[in-house]
Nanobody
Framework: QVQLVESGGGLVQAGGSLRLSCAAS????????TGWFRQAPGKEREFVGG????????KLADAVKGRFAVSRVNAQSTVYLQMNSLKPEDTAVYYC??????????????????WGQGTQVTVSS
């Protein structure tokens, strides 16, 4: 089992950058594929990006390609979401999620067993 805690959210102007962190506690974090999701008010939770357990593979949603990047440092049990060139439509609560022993990077939220509490990202125009 793993517990996830996100941090790094906040208020930023359009065009700015933020880096979100997802810190994991528990054993064997290097066996968990991790995804980032976001949910805006009145909208469904959507996949943003993800990274395989070794960090050798990543996947990004089309809406954020070229602007966001996912990375991880297993020795620190932390996954990062670097967000650049932020837009007002990126405003949402951002969640990290994890699934153990998964060779792919699922894009459906219900494929992940463990979730953090979320961190708010607000992008002003």
């Amino acid at each position: 089992q793993v517990q996830l805690v996100e941090s790094g959210g906040g208020l930023v102007q359009a065009g700015g950058s933020l880096r979100l962190s997802c810190a994991a506690s528990g054993r064997s974090f290097n066996t968990y594929t991790t995804g980032w999701f976001r949910q805006a008010p009145g909208k469904e939770r959507e996949f943003v990006g993800g990274i395989g357990w070794s960090g050798g593979s990543t996947k990004l949603a089309d809406a954020v390609k070229g602007r966001f990047a996912v990375s991880r440092v297993n020795a620190q049990s932390t996954v990062y979401l670097q967000m650049n060139s932020l837009k007002p439509e990126d405003t949402a609560v951002y969640y990290c999620a994890a699934r153990r022993f998964e060779v792919t990077i699922p894009t459906l939220w219900n494929a992940y067993a463990y979730w953090g509490q979320g961190t708010q990202v607000t992008v002003s125009s």
